[in-house]
């Protein structure tokens, strides 16, 4: 089946590749390199679980979440290159809100269905983790905002301002990642299908892959956004965000169905985190190279959106249990979201 899926996969890319430069509608080449960018995620996590086999949740959920996050990071960086600053911000920002709303709560309802009591129990230090780390890059970003808004003297400076909380943002970050990866008790399961060289190789081969196709979907991107007559929020927030993380969306939740709750959340909160607190950064500080540099200032509709989400899933999470009614509730926080971003 993995052989049939990955010759499949294949055959996309290729595909979006041919129809990258043969002309054809670009709302047709944008479906095929969205495709083709979903079909690499699902190679790198399917690569990337075999890898993880031989460890436990918080080594394999680091490992699942920065290398299903390299779609995510190709696309941001291409898109910065093309000069689409606002669809690079959108994209980094929905995510997170992708992520933290919408994969949690369908992997909750997932979880909490399948359970005997209807209730999903998993360990608490991540999820009260992640949102400390949430909440300091809401902090950074909420700060720039409220100068921006002002007026302030700081608002003249966004750009110094950013690269210093990127800074503070990756050092608490690799503060927090050592320790949790060496606090990870779980034995190895074992279950592997596929060797640990040829999963290694899949990653390399997946990687590169997701470098191409993200060149071909940005490049595609606006055009399609003006045939369709979409904001670049809403192509942010939704779209981008959703294709370019389609790891966590199909891995996170397929993991909770399956029960395995522990794995699931450190998959699905780890991308969470990593993308907060590690890429967006990450990417602002590679930005600096660019003509157009990315920064900590955003939309206020999105600054309530970020600092709202992090209290909810703290507050939803934190306990170390969640259940259909939770999911749900933040499956809704991010349908009411879209909506917002699509009317805007």
């Known amino acids: 089946m993995e052989i049939a899926a990955l010759a499949l996969v294949t055959l996309v890319s290729v595909a979006a590749g041919v129809l990258r430069y043969s002309g054809v509608p670009a709302l047709l080449a944008f479906s095929v ?23 436990g949740p918080a080594v394999t959920g680091v490992l699942q979440s920065t290398l299903g996050n390299l779609p995510e990071f190709f696309v941001v960086l291409f898109a910065l290159s093309a000069g ?13 809100l992708a992520n933290a709303l919408l994969v ?10 399948r359970s005997k009591d209807k209730v999903m129990r998993f360990g608490r230090r991540l999820p009260n983790d992640t949102a400390t780390l949430l909440l300091v890059g809401v902090f950074i970003i ?17 750009k110094a301002i950013s690269v210093i909380g990127a800074a503070c943002l990756l050092i608490v970050y690799l503060t927090w990642l050592f ?5 990870d008790a779980g034995p190895s399961r074992g279950r592997a299908r596929v060797g640990f060289a040829r999963a290694a190789a899949m990653l390399v081969v997946a990687g590169v892959g997701a470098a191409f196709v993200s060149d071909w979907f940005v490049a595609e991107l606006r055009p399609t956004m003006d045939r369709l007559g979409i904001s670049a929020a809403f192509a942010g927030i939704v779209i981008v965000a959703i294709a370019g993380n ?24 780890n991308s969470v985190s990593q993308v907060a607190a590690f890429l967006f950064p990450l990417l602002v500080l590679c930005s600096l190279f660019f003509a157009q540099s990315l920064t900590f200032s955003i939309a206020p509709v999105f600054i309530v959106a970020l600092l709202l989400t992090a209290i909810a899933v703290w507050q939803i999470t934190g306990d170390g249990e969640g259940t259909i009614f939770e999911g749900l509730a933040l499956v809704a926080l991010y349908v009411i979201l879209a909506a917002v971003t699509l009317y805007d």
């Open 246 to 269: 389609a790891v966590e969306n199909v891995v996170g939740v397929t993991l909770a169905w399956k029960g395995q709750s522990d794995l699931a959340i450190s998959v699905i909160k």
């Open 33 to 55: 390199a969205a495709l083709a960018l979903a079909g690499l995620a699902w190679t790198v996590s399917f690569a990337t679980e075999q890898v993880g086999e031989r460890f």
């Open 142 to 158: 909420s700060l720039v905002g409220v100068s921006v808004a002002v007026g302030g003297g700081a608002a003249h400076h966004v």
């Open 84 to 96: 689409e600053t606002e669809v690079a911000q959108a994209s980094l920002i929905g995510s997170v």
């Open 179 to 183: 320790p949790y990866l060496r606090s």
């Open 104 to 113: 949690l709560g369908l992997a909750l309802v997932a979880g909490s269905f």
